[in-house]
DNA sequence: ATAAATTTGACCTTTTTTGACCTTTGACGA
DNA sequence: TCGTCAAAGGTCAAAAAAGGTCAAATTTAT
């Protein structure tokens, strides 16, 4: 396991009642052993809003760096989505969104791995690189479509 | 016995109880004493859909790659199915086997909606047409695959 | 003797990790 | 009050750590 994924994993424990945590940069990083900025890395790499948080942060002495699971919308949340795909979607971004509709129970377990077994690189293996995240962005649509009931 | 054999042996030997696997292709490779994309070599001739197998994998530190097998009782019509499909398959074609493994109860709604939705003639509008048929081939089998538990 | 399968090596892409340097803010003394 | 300094956090690019691709060379099967 690599060091983002603990820095992560400690980061979500931290998560309190109402789904939100401040830490302290230069402090959490110490106690990790890791370079300051690796604790920025993480936090753009794995609490963006496509993941489902906000993120805010003071700097100076008495500086933190919130983080809070937003919880809002949520029933509008998968039309969002829907709405909000263009003509392309990275595989990144597509899991994050997924993992973060099935977190809030908008997809069952069932197809969330469907989608991302539908939208998986090794399902586009056979056709050229350029056409795959326009593909992903046509077969992600129509698979959140249909689970609409 | 060949190396690609032995290396096949050795990945199913780590097998876990899950059925997966998660192995280091560099470190698997400088064991065996092998060239690193000998394991690729190795896992898309050996651990392919039509064998069973789900892969996926990750780049970068901590990176790895994941084998899962499909579970035993994934039913053998639809292994058939992913076995019978070869490089292509056309809409009707799909529609038709999708519909048939609902009626036997081997899809639930849900996952033939699904699947159907994900291999649209109209999810792929935006990929040239002589491309269509090859995706939906490899949609279809990386979906079946997932629709086990 | 071909064709198919295997093996290798050179080079590519993605993701993570680190470190040097930058910016913002609060506190404190002149 | 103002200026300066220390305490946070932020940015960016280079290095490192994986895994991926492709085609040529070699071996094995038909």
Redesign the pocket.
């Known amino acids: 396991m690599?060091?983002?994924?603990e820095?992560a994993e400690m980061i979500i424990s931290m998560l309190d009642a109402d789904n939100s945590a401040e830490?302290?940069?230069?402090?959490l990083a110490e106690q990790i052993?890791?370079?300051?900025?690796?604790?920025?890395?993480?936090?753009?790499?794995r609490f963006t809003p496509e993941h489902g948080y906000i993120?805010e942060?003071?700097?100076?002495?008495?500086?933190?760096?919130k983080i809070t699971k937003a919880s809002e919308n949520i029933e509008t949340l998968k039309m969002h989505l829907i709405n909000s795909i263009g003509s392309e979607i990275g595989?990144?971004t597509l899991r994050a969104n997924i993992i973060n509709l099935h977190d809030r129970e908008l997809l069952t377990e069932s197809e969330a791995k469907m989608i991302l077994a539908a939208t998986s690189?090794y399902a586009f293996?056979q056709i050229p690189i350029e056409y795959r995240n326009i593909l992903r962005a046509g077969v992600l649509k129509q698979m959140l479509l249909a689970t609409e009931k």
Chains 1, 2 share one sequence.
Do not use: D, F, P
């Open positions: 690599n060091l983002t994924k820095i830490i302290q940069r230069n402090l052993g890791c370079a300051k900025s690796q604790i920025n890395y993480v936090i753009s790499s993120v942060s003071h700097r100076g002495g008495g500086g933190y760096i595989e990144k690189e293996r």
